[in-house]
């Protein structure tokens, strides 16, 4: 069965950084396009990056250009989200995602989430 599976969250200090894993498994996702979402206690899931099957493209939120970077490894069937610069309105489950289409306007694979939270 297909999944996604996130990594590397944890609590962090305002200005600090982590990095998160996104690590597919039980079929190639070599041609998916993938991406990161947030979704922060009562609000709605919202989109953070995304690249390309080919890594020759990526889009970010305006909220974390210059902070957040996405980039990904084929061989490894793995995702990643370098996150610098935390804020603590950054503070939110992220979401690994996988789409057969860079649009992600129907995302076909969800990760179970990993917690970051960042403290002032």
């Known amino acids: 069965q297909a999944q996604l599976v996130e990594s590397g969250g944890g609590l962090v200090q305002a200005e600090g950084s982590l990095r998160l894993s996104c690590v597919a498994s039980?079929?190639?996702?070599?041609?998916?396009?993938m991406g990161w979402f947030r979704q922060a206690p009562g609000k709605e899931r919202e989109f953070v990056a995304a690249?390309?099957?080919?890594?020759?493209?990526?889009k970010y939120a305006d909220f974390v250009k210059g902070r957040f970077t996405i980039s990904r490894d084929n061989t490894k069937n793995t995702a990643y989200l370098q996150m610098n610069s935390l804020k603590p309105e950054d503070t939110a489950v992220y979401y690994c995602?996988?789409?057969?289409?860079?649009?992600?306007?129907?995302?076909?694979?969800w990760g179970q989430g990993t917690q970051v939270t960042v403290s002032s």
């Open positions: 995602a996988a789409d057969n289409s860079y649009e992600f306007r129907s995302v076909n694979y």
């Open positions: 039980g079929r190639t996702f070599r041609y998916y396009a």
């Open positions: 690249i390309s099957w080919r890594s020759d493209m990526t």
